[in-house]
């Protein structure tokens, strides 16, 4: 079992950044695959990136790539996203997720935090 927890979402001027966090909790969480996903409103949940367990395998949605950085700390239990060159389309709640394989497919992941509101104003 895995338990996840964001932090890092805030407010952020367009062009900005942020950097997310996801501490995990258990003692598993370095077999795991990790990913951020957001909801933006009236939307549904979409995938961002994923990263495999020893980090030397990422994805990327098209509209984050070369934008966004997906790391990962298994020494900390922590995972992380990095945020550059903020849009407002960008604003959305985030969540950060855990699951046994590396994918894109939001029904891969079994572990789910609670989601963090990041906002990028024009």
């Known amino acids: 079992q895995v338990q996840l927890v964001e932090s890092g979402g805030g407010l952020v001027q367009a062009g900005g950044s942020l950097r997310l966090s996801c501490a995990a909790s258990?003692?598993?969480?370095?077999?795991?695959?990790m990913g951020w996903f957001r909801r933006a409103p009236g939307k549904e949940r979409e995938f961002v990136a994923t990263?495999?367990?020893?980090?030397?395998?990422?994805y990327y949605a098209d509209s984050v790539k070369g934008r966004f950085i997906i790391s990962r700390d298994n020494a900390k239990n922590t995972v992380y996203l990095q945020m550059d060159s903020l849009k407002p389309e960008d604003t959305a709640v985030y969540y950060c997720a855990g699951g046994p394989v590396t994918t894109r497919r939001l029904d891969d992941f079994p572990y789910w935090g609670q989601g963090t509101q990041v906002t990028v104003s024009s």
């Open positions: 990263i495999s367990w020893s980090g030397s395998i990422t």
């Open positions: 258990g003692r598993t969480f370095s077999s795991h695959a």
